[in-house]
């Protein structure tokens, strides 16, 4: 961590005053045994990549001219993987680190073990591209939204880390596919643009869900276009004299029906064609025989009435009632006097 060195002086020895001089640090490194930030109930920070360090790592930077705000690098040696973060508190233990679960997976680190921290000075970051890992982020109505929410809480990107996103009780994680001007770059004030890449499975995903749409399409079961197999119209042109015969007779309740649910309609069978046409001849002979027997009747009574040879008889007239009316005339109605012939 703290480096020695010294200079050629005056009257021999180093720099000619006799002897060496330390000279102070111009960077920070240390190694630390990293522990989930959940030991020290801070469950807050796994939404950010900020850590806890010990306060001896305070002294040592304060002594350095390191840039604000504190950038570092964590290092993995035996799996060869390095992320970046900030530091948020330096209340740790000494010998320790707190860092979030998913930067520990990012490490391939287990509770307990070490790591390499330095400082670091890092670009302002311009482009970062995002792939999420699931088809599940596709649910958020507006990623972008809770995307920039969430970075508020982080301090610089690295590529290939996965970001963990935490919305509605649900957790999202988000590959970073590319970094712009460098593979880790900050983003605390900067303008930085954010573009997505498909999901992890989109393809599949999507073919799952064309698949889904073409077996739940009526088209499959109504025409090729979509359409109700309506049968075509009977022409009402009569057919010619020469083909009489070859023409088609009408048969009533000979055409098929269509369903609007757009399933195929059950055939009708030859017993229940015959029980239809049945019932439409008798409707039509109880109809036939209701306006004979009326007919008849009236005829009946028409004969009965007027017989050959026999003058039919005369209307009868109604006359007043006998009595003290009786001298008076007879009341005459319309129509009922005598006409004189012009001839």
């Known amino acids: 961590m703290f480096g020695f060195g010294g200079e050629m002086g005056y009257g021999g020895g180093y720099n000619g005053a006799g002897g060496a001089r330390a000279a102070f640090p111009n960077h920070f490194e240390e190694q630390y045994h990293c522990y989930p930030v959940s030991f020290q109930d801070k469950e807050h920070l796994e939404d950010g990549d900020k850590i806890l360090l010990p306060s001896s790592a305070l002294d040592t930077l304060a002594r350095l001219s390191v840039e604000y705000p504190m950038l570092f690098s964590i290092t993995n040696e035996a799996e060869g993987k390095t992320t970046h973060c900030g530091v948020l508190e330096f209340s740790a233990p000494e010998g320790s680190c707190y860092i979030p679960f998913w930067m520990m997976s990012n490490l391939l680190l287990e509770p307990g073990g070490l790591i390499t921290i330095k400082n670091v000075s890092l670009p302002k970051a311009n482009f970062v591209k995002l792939q999420p890992q699931s088809v599940d982020f596709l649910d958020i109505s ?176 109604r006359f007043a009632a006998a009595g003290q009316f009786a001298k008076r005339k007879l009341q005459t109605g319309a129509f009922q006097g005598e006409g004189n012939k012009l001839s």
């Open 142 to 317: 507006n990623p972008r939204a809770v995307l920039e929410r969430q970075l508020r809480h982080f301090s610089c990107v690295t590529k290939g880390d996965q970001l963990c996103i935490p919305y509605n009780a649900r957790k999202y994680y988000l590959e970073i596919r590319e970094v712009r001007p460098a593979d880790a770059a900050c983003i605390i004030e900067t303008d930085c643009n954010v573009d997505f890449d498909a999901p992890v499975g989109y393809e599949e995903h999507l073919r799952k869900q064309q698949q889904q749409q073409r077996s739940a399409s009526p088209a499959s079961s109504l025409g090729g276009d979509g359409a109700l197999p309506i049968p075509a119209p009977m022409s009402g042109k009569a057919a010619p004299e020469g083909d009489a015969d070859a023409a088609p007779a009408f048969v009533p309740f000979a055409g098929s029906g269509a369903r609007l649910d757009g399933k195929a309609a059950p055939p009708l069978s030859a017993a229940d064609l015959a029980a239809a046409r049945a019932a439409a001849a008798e409707r039509r002979m109880s109809n036939g025989s209701s306006g004979g027997g009326a007919a008849a009747a009236s005829g009946d009574a028409a004969a009965q009435a007027v017989r050959p040879g026999k003058a039919p008889p005369a209307p009868a007239r």
